[in-house]
């Protein structure tokens, strides 16, 4: 679990993006991650990050914001694939994540990252770098350059409007 944590440190350094880290009691749910925001002062939107099992026997990322629903029925006209919330088996085995804090980039180049665009009307990100007691607070204007650079495919969502 540790090198996921390793790799997106590592992306943060490369892309020389100012972030905070802070280490605090486990965060498993949005109420534990509640407390640790109030204690911590935090600001920003809280990432939610939701590893995905499609029928085409592949893994994806969508990336979006606490509070967004997960529309499965706009993913699969998106993709063209039936997309499922993936085990926690491979959360831990595919992507090397606690479940419950899957980590939004420095995950295996093979896993399909889709991103809500939503993230960008916020200013500071909250996001699990993989483990349970790590939270990196940074602007999503700067993690941009990361989502864009990502070696993995990419497709950003569309808004319904």
């Not at 993709?79 to 804090?101: M, Q, Y």
């Not at 980590?103 to 993989?130: C, E, K, M, N, R």
């Not at 990196?136 to 993690?143: E, H």
Request: charged residues 25%.
């Amino acid at each position: 679990m540790n090198s996921i944590y390793q790799n997106i440190i590592s992306l943060l350094q490369k892309y020389q993006i100012p972030y905070k880290e802070f280490d605090h009691d486990p965060i498993l749910n949005y109420e534990d991650a509640e407390r640790e925001k109030q204690r911590f002062s935090w600001t920003g939107v809280e990432s939610k990050n939701v590893f995905l099992s499609g029928s085409d026997w592949k893994y994806y990322l969508y990336i979006t914001v606490e509070g967004q629903k997960v529309d499965f029925k706009k993913l699969k006209e998106l993709l063209g694939v039936k997309l499922s919330i993936a085990t926690e088996e491979d959360v831990r085995n595919v992507i090397h994540c606690v479940p419950g804090c899957v980590a939004p980039f420095g995950i295996d180049q093979s896993i399909i990252v889709i991103i809500d665009p939503t993230i960008f009307q916020y200013s500071d990100y909250l996001f699990s770098p993989g483990v349970t007691t790590k939270t990196i607070q940074a602007n999503i204007k700067d993690l941009k350059i990361i989502f864009e650079n990502l070696p993995n495919k990419t497709i950003l969502k569309q808004n319904p409007n």
